[in-house]
C-alpha cells in the first residue's frame, strides 16, 4: 500500500492560480498511474487528471488548458498546476494511486490509494 498526502489547497481569487502536490510514502509511485479527483459538496467524485507512468496525461473537458499534472518520480510526488482558477473550481481534491503500468481512469473505483484531501475554494 502507498499512502498520498495532498497539499497546496487554499483560497484563491478567480483567474488565480494553485499547485497542488500528492507526496507518497510506503512505496515508490513510479510505476502507478496517479490521478487527481474533486469533489464538490452535494456532488459525486469527478475525475480531473490523471498521468500514466509514462507521463503520458489526461484531462476531464473542464479543465483542459488550465489544469497540468506533472510527476517527479525522484521525489515520489505528482503535481497538480491549477492556473485561470474558476469558482466552479471550488472542492476537495484528492490524488489516488492506480493499478501498475494501467492507463488512469476516471471510475474512483479503479483507484485503491486516496489521500485524505485538500480543499480547494476559489471566490469570485
Known amino acids: 500500500q502507498v499512502q498520498l498526502v495532498e497539499s497546496g489547497g487554499g483560497l484563491v481569487q478567480a483567474g488565480g492560480s494553485l499547485a497542488l502536490s500528492c507526496a507518497a510514502s510506503?512505496?515508490?509511485?513510479?510505476?502507478?498511474?496517479v490521478a487527481w479527483f474533486r469533489q464538490a459538496p452535494g456532488k459525486e467524485r469527478e475525475f480531473v487528471a490523471g498521468i500514466t507512468w509514462s507521463a503520458n496525461t489526461y484531462y476531464a473537458d473542464f479543465v483542459k488548458g488550465r489544469f497540468t499534472i506533472s510527476r517527479d518520480n525522484a521525489k515520489n510526488t505528482v503535481y497538480l498546476q491549477m492556473n485561470s482558477l474558476k469558482s466552479e473550481d471550488t472542492a476537495v481534491y484528492y490524488c489516488?494511486?492506480?493499478?501498475?503500468?494501467?492507463?488512469?481512469?476516471?471510475?474512483?473505483?479503479?483507484?485503491?490509494?486516496w489521500g485524505q484531501g485538500t480543499q480547494v475554494t476559489v471566490s469570485s
Open positions: 489516488a494511486a492506480g493499478p501498475l503500468y494501467r492507463t488512469p481512469g476516471s471510475d474512483p473505483n479503479q483507484y485503491p490509494d
Open positions: 510506503g512505496r515508490t509511485l513510479s510505476m502507478s498511474p
